[in-house]
Nanobody
Framework: QVQFVESGGGSVQAGGSLRLSCAASGSTFRFRAIGWYRQAPGKLRDLVAGINVDDTTNYADSVKGRFTISRDNAKNAVYLQMNNLKPEDTAVYYC?????????WGQGTQVTVSS
């Protein structure tokens, strides 16, 4: 079974950039679509970006043109490059399968964007 560990979060000012990393365990990683999700205080957890096994990607409208998802199957890793960050991007970010497995949520990584 795949397990996920997120890292790379932090506090930045609006307009700044961060690169999140997701380390996945398990030999079947390369055969799975993976998503980055986020949950802001008081809100539901939403899909931010997804990447399929053929490297096709999809993004939430709110992050299109600013965020880029990528994967490195040799490292069992998925990344989220976040540019031009906005205060509304403040949330805990998680990675998981796409669609998500409710038993596979990790601790997430906090991203805080100040205006």
């Amino acid at each position: 079974q795949v397990q996920f560990v997120e890292s790379g979060g932090g506090s930045v000012q609006a307009g700044g950039s961060l690169r999140l990393s997701c380390a996945a365990s398990g030999s079947t990683f390369r055969f799975r679509a993976i998503g980055w999700y986020r949950q802001a205080p008081g809100k539901l957890r939403d899909l931010v970006a997804g990447i399929n096994v053929d490297d096709t990607t999809n993004y939430a409208d709110s992050v299109k043109g600013r965020f880029t998802i990528s994967r490195d199957n040799a490292k069992n890793a998925v990344y989220l490059q976040m540019n031009n960050l906005k205060p509304e991007d403040t949330a805990v970010y998680y990675c998981n399968k796409l669609p998500p497995d409710p038993l596979r949520w990790g601790q997430g990584t906090q991203v805080t964007v100040s205006s």
